[in-house]
């Protein structure tokens, strides 16, 4: 029997996890295994690969103190009915390589979630941004009014770095979808085993070349930890603009999204985005540990990246969607005060750039005088006490520069600032159109790429346990949110 402290601390939590987040992958695994077993002509082989089919369509046995893991659980099940065909399951195969390989299958889908996610709040981004295209608003930087923009600037530029997210969450997935199968515990075999057939069995792109990397590597593992930091970072930026703007009535959310207070009857907590921030922190947290878990440990060590790193991996994904998902909640319906942002660029003096444009294309001396001129102009209006918006052309002879009245009320107008930002990537509407419509279109093509994915891995899981698709088709149904 195992030591009381051991089975508490180690074996019991890693069985209880295995069998809530790994079974499906090690009936995968276990059958591809088998299946190319019985195409390389192993006595009994066929037999397990009938006998896994089985076993996976009934209740997994009861947990047992004596039994080390879920492998050796299900190993003494086969053993029971066919012990020739528990014998030949053994054959080149070692917990090492099966281990590494259920972490890879989960991961995939985990990243796939994760990507869903990501483009469903994309989406929802991309709407709110085309209803609020002429919705201007103070940007700011260094926590002060910077410059007008539109709220549909503002979430565009957001989208875009979502959508290099979701471009690096794939990239991660092709370093993530290789078949450790076939290393055993880190030598290979002298068996003859077609590690690439079984690759091909679970939809890996291809085995890792190296058998000592394929169960001894965590680089793909803490790529993924790096790889949510980013997105959950990008999002709690986010999240704090959304709030400052929450916390001036600029934005509020739907009734369901916030809570009152028992004590003061006016507030109307934006809780939901609360909450969001703190997944993304403890996304970011878990994330930390991962990379923590792969620190400092020897190459050939396989359980500080292995089993001891999958309960914060499984947190950083889960914290990580459902922060996602608040935020898409919080973002398909807000109230926008269209009319309080653009008094704010009225009455503030985030225009004044436009001014100092203006008086160089009249004066023809260069932005450099402009700019200083328009900075004595301010230094005076504020020793008088008056705004920018009450600025004359007397008020600009006085700093020697000259515009005319009209002029000078164009620019000063926050709407006309963002009409005249018509340069690429500007916030001018017609601009904004066509960079909304070219991210509707990358967005597409990334759900149709989602969707093969999706498919090409369902498919494989079906071949596994029985069914008519061949593994690798594209062919199917419905692509779920995750497999």
């Given amino acids: 029997m195992w030591h009381d402290l051991y089975l508490s601390s180690?074996?019991?939590?890693?069985?209880?996890?295995a069998r809530a987040h790994l079974l499906p992958h090690l009936f995968d695994a276990l059958t591809a295994h088998a299946l190319m077993l019985e195409a390389q002509q192993v006595p009994h082989a066929a037999q397990a690969v009938q006998l896994l089919r089985t076993l996976r369509r009934e209740p997994f046995p009861p947990y047992d103190p004596r039994t080390e893991d879920v492998f050796f659980t299900l190993d003494r099940s086969l053993a029971a009915r066919e012990a020739g065909a528990a014998g030949a399951l053994r054959t080149a195969l070692s917990r090492n390589d099966l281990d590494m390989t259920l972490y890879r299958l989960s991961a995939r889908e985990h990243l796939l979630g994760a990507v869903w996610r990501l483009m469903m709040l994309r989406r929802v981004l991309l709407d709110l941004a085309e209803r609020e295209v002429a919705t201007v608003i103070v940007a700011y930087t260094h926590h002060q009014p910077a410059q007008p923009t539109t709220l549909a600037h503002y979430l565009a530029g957001l989208e875009n770095v979502l959508a290099r997210d979701t471009e690096r969450l794939f990239g991660a997935l092709g370093r993530v979808n290789l078949s450790p199968m076939g290393a055993v515990a880190l030598g290979g075999s002298s068996f003859s085993?077609?590690?690439?057939?079984?690759?091909?069995?679970?939809?890996f792109d291809r085995p890792v070349e190296n058998t000592y990397d394929a169960v001894s590597t965590?680089?793909?593992?803490?790529?993924?930890?790096?790889?949510?930091?980013?997105?959950?970072?990008t999002l709690s930026r986010g999240v704090h603009d959304l709030l400052f703007w929450a916390s001036r009535g600029l934005i509020a959310l739907e009734d369901g999204l916030v809570q009152g207070s028992s004590v003061m009857p006016q507030k109307r907590n934006p809780v939901a985005l609360e909450h969001a921030r703190a997944r993304f922190s403890r996304a970011i947290g878990s994330a930390q540990s991962v990379t923590l878990c792969a620190h400092n440990v020897p190459f050939g060590d396989v359980n500080d990246p292995g089993t001891d790193m999958q309960p914060p991996l499984?947190?950083?994904?889960?914290?990580?969607?459902e922060g996602a998902d608040l935020l898409s909640a919080a973002l398909v319906n807000p109230s926008v005060n269209r009319a309080a942002w653009l008094r704010e660029a009225q009455e503030g003096e985030a225009a004044v750039t436009e001014l100092a444009d203006a008086l160089a294309r009249q004066e023809r001396r260069g932005f450099r005088e402009a700019h200083t001129a328009v900075k004595r102009l301010l230094a005076d209006l504020h020793a008088s006490g008056r705004p920018l918006s009450s600025a004359t052309p007397d008020d600009l002879a006085v700093v020697g520069v000259a515009l005319p009245a009209a002029e000078l009320r164009a620019a000063l107008d926050p709407a006309a600032f963002v009409?005249?930002?018509?340069?690429?990537?500007?916030?001018a509407p017609e601009v904004m159109r066509q960079a909304l419509n070219a991210a509707r279109q990358r967005l597409q093509d990334d759900f149709e790429q989602h969707t093969q994915v999706v498919r090409?891995?369902?498919d494989a899981r079906t071949h596994l346990a029985g069914g008519d698709t061949e593994a690798g088709s594209s062919a199917g149904g419905s692509p779920a949110r995750q497999l």
């Fill in 10 to 17: 180690v074996l019991k939590p890693d069985d209880a996890y």
């Fill in 193 to 203: 085993i077609n590690r690439q057939l079984t690759s091909d069995l679970l939809a």
């Fill in 218 to 233: 965590s680089d793909w593992q803490v790529e993924l930890a790096g790889t949510v930091t980013v997105a959950a970072t």
């Fill in 314 to 321: 499984h947190s950083m994904w889960q914290d990580f969607g």
């Fill in 419 to 427: 009409a005249r930002r018509t340069t690429l990537g500007g916030p």
């Fill in 456 to 458: 090409r891995f369902a």
